[in-house]
């Protein structure tokens, strides 16, 4: 027979105990595992009995580990089981463990997606296409994902993606005032806000076009393209090809004659 000989609290962890039977260290345990068992100087234990302790020792140190990981900031199912699964966990003792945190509702992914939404519509400039995007890497199913965005509707992604593009209109920019208004619809469906939104936020943007900025842009530009094609063409060629890289800078055509006529004046 094994008998219980010494119970040791530890110096470092109170709430953990050294068991000692037949005068030899044999395990630890948890508070709640040892009040949970009765365990008592005295106490006979079969190697069974041992094993059961032990093992119910190894899952509740684990829960504990799961909860101390949720302490920080809700998660998904997905996250808690690659979590235990980093830390070596067996599969049996994770779906074990996520099954008692489900139970407690510690863990739930309808609640978590909601209140990922809501962190994402008040502190970013995004999209729902793409917190959808990040919601389904965290582990969420595309339908629990799809359900809790619906609480950024229209209204709501206009004022944001206004918001964000209306600032973005107002910066300094080296390109022409069409290519900027371009590249904010761009970036506005990078964001993952839907077309209709972004059709309606870009009818009310406007970019104040002075027009001798413009065309300071546009010669900077236009400069620049000179001296590299001027390398290889000449002539009608050279202003071709000098017009349509400006076209497809979305400058206005008769600020890109202005500077082909005074090419042809200096020439």
């Known amino acids: 027979m094994r008998t219980v000989t010494k119970i040791q609290q530890q110096k470092k ?7 000692f039977v037949n005068d030899v260290y044999t395990f630890s345990v948890d508070e709640d595992v040892l009040v949970k068992y009765h365990i008592h100087k005295g106490m006979d234990l079969t190697p069974e009995e041992i094993e059961e ?9 684990t829960y504990m580990m799961a909860i101390n990981y949720l302490s920080y900031r809700m998660r998904t199912q997905q996250e808690i089981r690659t979590y235990l699964q980093d830390k070596e966990i067996t599969l049996e003792m994770t ?21 990922f939404v809501r962190d994402r519509m008040n502190q970013t400039s995004k999209g729902p296409k793409i917190i959808v995007k990040e919601l389904q890497e965290k582990g ?12 950024y509707d229209h209204d709501a992604q206009f004022s944001k993606a206004y918001k964000w593009a209306q600032s973005e209109a107002k910066k300094k920019s080296p390109h022409a005032a069409k290519k900027q208004k371009e590249q904010i619809q761009y970036k506005l469906m990078q964001k993952g806000f839907s077309s209709d939104v972004i059709s309606q936020v870009m009818n009310e943007i406007e970019i104040e076009v002075d027009e001798t900025e413009e ?33 497809q800078r979305r400058f206005p055509s008769e600020l890109i004659d202005e500077y082909i006529d005074k090419i042809d004046e200096s020439s």
Not at 14 to 19: E, P, S, T
Not at 95 to 115: G, M, S, V, W
Not at 219 to 244: I, V
């Open 13 to 19: 962890r109170k709430n953990r105990y050294n068991i």
């Open 53 to 61: 302790i032990t093992s119910d020792e190894d899952f509740h140190s």
């Open 95 to 115: 779906n074990d463990i996520i099954k008692r945190l489900d139970e407690e509702q510690l863990i739930d992914d309808q609640t978590f997606a909601e209140a």
């Open 140 to 151: 969420v199913s595309r339908e629990i994902a799809d359900k809790a965005v619906l609480q």
């Open 215 to 247: 065309y300071q842009k546009l010669e900077k530009q236009a400069d620049t393209l000179l001296r590299r094609y001027e390398k290889k063409h000449e002539g009608y060629e050279l202003k071709m090809k000098l017009k349509s890289a400006l076209y």
